[in-house]
Structure formats: structure tokens, C-alpha cells
């Protein structure tokens, strides 16, 4: 038994809105996809027996996609120390705080222990002008060759709108236009047509974008080009938060101890994680010229903290997913306090350390594909391949 059962899928569409990432990694057909089901299946297989259930569950569970990306993400940290020839103990009882840390592991005659963490950024729809999944789905699957269409939410009703009519309405006010001509316009200035939907105290209003020539054809293809403009909220310090989550949680180890963080972001800044760990730097203007220095506000350099010194170093990877983990490499930020434990360093981790309030960075050794048993293009081939049209459209 594994993860995903093999058997045949027949759905090659991208995720919908309404539906939840396990239901999509069950669903999704395809080589590529079939990839990515076999290494997860492959990588659980590696677990000890009495763990495989517990991250199993995680994996399947559709009812919370942050419980399903952290499930992947300790699975990917668990492969990444395998590949890196360490021995690796999970949930062993160790520390002053009687818990049970992620990893113990093991390499050469060292031990240090790893403790994975997921944190993804809070994202939003403007305000509360957002559509229901289902009726976003609706609008994606309207039958569509020659046009994308972007929406807006104008106004929102208190019930979910009749999804049979507005799908009717939208097929025929497409169906009407002519994408040569609309582009004709377009080039003189004429703004692209538009439509507007009422119903219920709903009022959507949308814009037609012609696809260009080669990318017509295909009325199964996705129909919404553009939604509408995401809200990302000021959580930079959400990896510090991660890290003052797990870094106090087990008390005195006797072990290097690093938190493995997974950065889920839409705009994943290394300066944001630097300020975090490091402090925000700082620019001192003296009258033969300037310094630079940092704030007593990161999570090593925070004068009233003297317990972080517990954590050797912070172990990120910006968005790790089955289609990213051959490809990024993981970046050890190590501790500058002195009485912290010295992080082990594998092979495949970039390394970044605080000198003089500067961070001075050192390339990995040799690629994270090559401690994960994949190649540097896996998985291999389109995720959503395109259709091509046939001979009678």
C-alpha cells in the first residue's frame, strides 16, 4: 500500500478552485503527474512502519491543504537527509522538555537533530469581493477557444448565484465575438468587450482577451486569463515566528539543533528571512562618512533571548513542491551566538553566516537533485500539456 493507488486517471485539467490539493495529487492525469505520484509513494516507503499511517493521513487529507504541504515538506526533508548519507531516527524522545522532535539524525559520528516546520503566507481575495470556488470553477470551464476572460467582483449577494445561467450567459456573449476583429479594435485603441452579470445582489462584470492564434482551438482549455488582484498580508515575519515556534518548544537538547522551514510565498525575499534571523540592518551616518549595523530585533540578535542560542541554524527552501524540490537548494542560515552548538552543513545546502553584520554566503557543494535520487529536470515533461485541436474544429 501507498500513497496514491495506481491506476488509471483520464483527467489532465488544472486544479479547480473548489477543489482541495489532495483531491487534485488523486486526480490529476498525466506522465508528469504519475512522476510526482510515484517518488511521493517511493519516499513514504522509506518511513519506518510505524510512521507511514500518521503522514499517509496527512497526505490524503482534503480537508486542509496547509496539512497536506507540510506532510510533503517533512517527507522531503526525511528523503534529503537519507540521500545525504545520514541515519535518521524520527520522533525519539530527547531534551529537558520530554517532547519528541521530528529527526534525530545521524551522519558519520555526529548527531544533531532537525525539527521541519511549513508556514505559507496569508493570502486573500480584495476584501470580501470573493467569488465562491464552485462559481470560479463555472467561469473556468465555460467553453471558451478564443478568448480568456478576466473578472471582477462588483458586488456580492448573500446567496451563491444560479452557476447554470451565468455559464449560458457567458458561452453566448463569447461564442459572439469575433477574436480577429477584437484584436483589429484593440490595436486602435478600442477598449476589449466587456459584459456585466446581475443576479441576486451579484454584479460581475468581465472583459474578453483574445488568445492569440496559436492558443485557439481548444475548448476545453482554462477560460479565466486574469483573476482579480490578490491581497498579500504584511506577515514577513512569519519565518521568525516559525522559529520561535519550534526553537522553544523542546527546551535544552545537548544536540545542534536545526529548524527546517518551509517558505511558502508568493514573493519570497532572502532579505526578509536575513532581518528575521539577523535583525534589520542599519545604516549610521557619522560626518567622515556612514556604518552599517543591525537592530536587536532578529531572532539570534535580540538582546533579551538568550535562550535562541539553542538553535544552530535555520534550514529554508522558498515554496518546496514535488515540481521545485530538484531545483532549489536549501539554504542553512547559521547562528551567530556564541554558545550555540555548530550546525552540521551537508553537501547540498548553500550556506549563509553573520560576519561583522554582514552576511557572507557559501554555494552547496554539489546540487539537492543528486541527495534526492531524481534528476536536475524532474519531473520530466509539461504538467498541463496542450491539447492540440482536432483536424474537425
Known amino acids: 500500500m501507498g500513497v496514491y493507488i495506481s491506476r488509471h486517471r483520464t483527467d489532465a485539467t488544472p486544479k479547480r478552485a473548489s477543489e482541495s490539493d489532495a483531491e487534485f495529487f488523486e486526480r490529476i492525469a498525466g506522465p508528469f503527474w504519475d512522476q510526482v505520484r510515484d517518488v511521493i509513494n517511493e519516499w513514504w516507503s522509506h518511513l519506518p512502519p510505524d510512521a507511514q499511517p500518521g503522514l499517509r493521513?496527512?497526505?490524503?487529507?482534503?480537508?486542509?491543504?496547509?496539512?497536506?504541504?507540510?506532510?510533503?515538506?517533512?517527507?522531503?526533508?526525511?528523503?534529503?537527509?537519507?540521500?545525504?548519507?545520514?541515519?535518521?531516527?524520527?520522533?525519539?524522545?530527547?531534551?529537558?522538555?520530554?517532547?519528541?522532535?521530528?529527526?534525530?539524525?545521524?551522519?558519520?559520528?555526529?548527531?544533531?537533530?532537525?525539527?521541519?516546520i511549513w508556514t505559507a503566507e496569508n493570502l486573500d481575495a480584495t476584501g470580501s469581493r470573493s467569488l465562491p470556488p464552485q462559481v470560479v470553477d463555472v467561469i473556468d470551464r465555460v467553453p471558451s477557444p478564443n478568448f480568456y476572460v478576466a473578472y471582477k467582483v462588483d458586488s456580492v449577494g448573500s446567496t451563491t448565484p444560479q452557476q447554470r445561467r451565468l455559464k449560458n450567459e457567458l458561452t453566448r456573449w463569447l461564442a459572439s465575438l469575433d477574436p480577429d476583429q477584437v484584436t483589429a479594435e484593440y490595436e486602435q485603441k478600442v477598449p476589449l468587450p466587456r459584459h456585466t452579470w446581475q443576479e441576486a445582489g451579484w454584479r460581475l462584470s468581465f472583459e474578453a482577451i483574445p488568445r492569440s492564434p496559436g492558443r485557439r482551438g481548444d475548448p476545453t482549455s482554462r477560460t479565466i486569463g486574469f483573476h482579480p488582484s490578490v491581497w498579500v498580508a504584511d506577515d514577513s515575519d512569519r519565518v521568525l515566528k516559525a522559529v520561535r515556534k519550534k526553537g522553544r518548544k523542546y527546551g535544552e537538547l545537548g544536540l545542534p539543533f536545526i529548524v527546517a522551514v518551509g517558505n511558502s510565498a508568493v514573493f519570497p525575499e532572502d532579505e526578509d528571512t536575513e532581518s528575521a534571523l539577523y535583525g534589520t540592518s542599519v545604516e549610521y551616518a557619522h560626518h567622515t562618512g556612514s556604518t552599517f549595523g543591525r537592530n536587536a530585533d532578529g531572532y539570534w540578535t535580540a538582546a533579551q533571548d538568550q535562550t535562541h542560542s539553542r538553535v544552530s541554524g535555520v534550514l529554508t527552501v522558498d515554496n518546496p513542491a514535488p515540481w521545485t524540490w530538484a531545483k532549489k537548494a536549501p539554504v542553512l542560515w547559521q547562528s551567530p551566538a556564541p554558545d550555540s552548538l555548530p550546525a552540521p552543513v551537508l553537501p547540498t545546502w548553500e550556506t549563509v553566516q553573520l560576519v561583522d553584520s554582514h552576511v557572507e554566503r557559501q554555494s552547496a557543494a554539489r546540487p539537492i537533485h543528486t541527495s534526492l535520487g531524481l534528476s536536475e529536470d524532474w519531473p520530466i515533461g509539461d504538467a498541463f500539456p496542450r491539447r492540440r485541436p482536432s483536424a474537425e474544429s
Not at 510533503?72 to 548519507?85: C, F, K
Not at 535518521?88 to 530527547?94: A, D, G, K, L
Request: glycine fraction near 8%.
Open 57 to 116: 493521513s496527512r497526505l490524503r487529507d482534503r480537508n486542509s491543504d496547509a496539512n497536506v504541504f507540510s506532510a510533503l515538506w517533512e517527507l522531503y526533508v526525511h528523503e534529503m537527509l537519507r540521500g545525504s548519507g545520514c541515519t535518521v531516527e524520527i520522533e525519539q524522545q530527547i531534551g529537558t522538555g520530554g517532547k519528541y522532535p521530528d529527526f534525530l539524525v545521524t551522519r558519520d559520528d555526529q548527531q544533531f537533530v532537525v525539527e521541519a
